[in-house]
């Protein structure tokens, strides 16, 4: 699984390059304040609220954790590694791993079920309305990239060809059910959209190159793009087949890297690190004003190592939680 993970980390850095050095390494980080310990320290009632008894999955690859919302207080370590993580209305959680995804449910560290899929389960989302689960497919040889849709508990899927896209990355579902993918063709970061009811993608125009574009998630208005190097989130408006950049989330005191992040209840939570190091730590800040992060979450220890963060997500109680 890791060699697959560190091969798609490293083409999302190679295809976004603009330069032919920019495969060559990392560039100089960002410095990171020198106060930003005392960030960690600010009152947890600058985090926006959440429904109690919310948790927090964050999986990564040596192993995954659950903490507790918003204390970041280390419930549980899950002896199971996964690329992404994302959950939906009900409080189910789904981890993204080598030929399946594994559904968890609220406050679970065992997985409820499994759902085999004939690859590498890359990234996930949730339709809000249906329920049905979206992840993208892939694997390193004698197979190509897909987008694969499980219906009705996962009895049925649906798989598509992107064919605007050479590389997936990221899925998304918006508010209305349209599901959304990006990659890359060549070195071009593009968009594409399954259009609700409808039965093949159709390229998304984007005026402007985001360099380093990876994760894509909806925010409840927009579709927010985050970029894994020098992290910071696009805000994409979506008509039609056209895409327009309607506000821009600055994320100060951060590293130079990130992974799959999580959106929702008016905060977003990004896994990243000081200067270069892989994403170690969660960065929590409000959402859209960005700015200095309000909380930061650390403990990812295992076997006296820090593990990697490759995902991360926030799962509340059923509920709480509105159909």
Aim: glycine share 10%; aromatic share 10%.
């Amino acid at each position: 699984m890791r060699i697959s993970s560190f091969l798609r980390r490293a083409f999302c850095l190679c295809a976004a390059a603009t330069v032919p050095a920019g495969c060559g390494g990392w560039q100089t980080p960002r410095v990171v304040p020198a106060a930003q310990a005392s960030y960690a320290q600010r009152p947890f009632e600058q985090l926006p609220t959440a429904p109690k008894g919310t948790l927090i999955y964050a999986v990564g690859d040596e192993s995954s954790f659950v903490f507790t919302f918003p204390r970041g207080k280390l419930l549980h370590e899950i002896a199971t590694t996964a690329y992404s993580a994302c959950s939906d209305r009900l409080g189910n959680v789904f981890m993204t791993q080598v030929g399946s995804i594994a559904k968890y449910e609220h406050g679970a560290t065992t997985p409820v079920q499994t759902y085999k899929v004939a690859g590498s389960a890359y990234s996930c989302s949730v339709n809000p309305k249906t329920h049905d689960l979206a992840t993208v497919v892939f694997c390193i040889r004698v197979c190509g990239e897909e987008l694969v849709v499980l219906r009705d508990q996962g009895r049925h899927r649906d798989r598509y060809q992107v064919a605007p896209l050479g590389t997936l990355l990221y899925c998304a579902y918006d508010n209305k059910g349209d599901l959304f993918v990006d990659g890359y063709n060549g070195t071009q970061f593009g968009l594409a959209e399954l259009p609700k009811g409808a039965h093949r993608f159709v390229a998304v125009s984007l005026k402007k190159h985001i360099k380093y574009a990876a994760q894509i998630q909806w925010d409840g208005e927009d579709l927010a793009i985050e970029t894994r190097v020098n992290p910071e989130i696009y805000r994409v408006a979506i008509s039609g087949s056209q895409g327009r950049i309607v506000g821009h989330t600055r994320l100060e005191g951060i590293g130079y890297r990130a992974s799959q992040s999580w959106i929702g209840d008016g905060m977003i939570v990004v896994p990243s690190a000081p200067y270069s190091k892989r994403p170690m730590e969660l960065f929590f800040y409000n959402y859209p004003a960005g700015g200095q992060p309000v909380k930061i979450v650390t403990g990812f220890i295992r076997g006296g190592n820090h593990a990697m963060v490759d995902g991360v997500t926030l799962s509340s109680r059923p509920f709480n939680v509105s159909p």
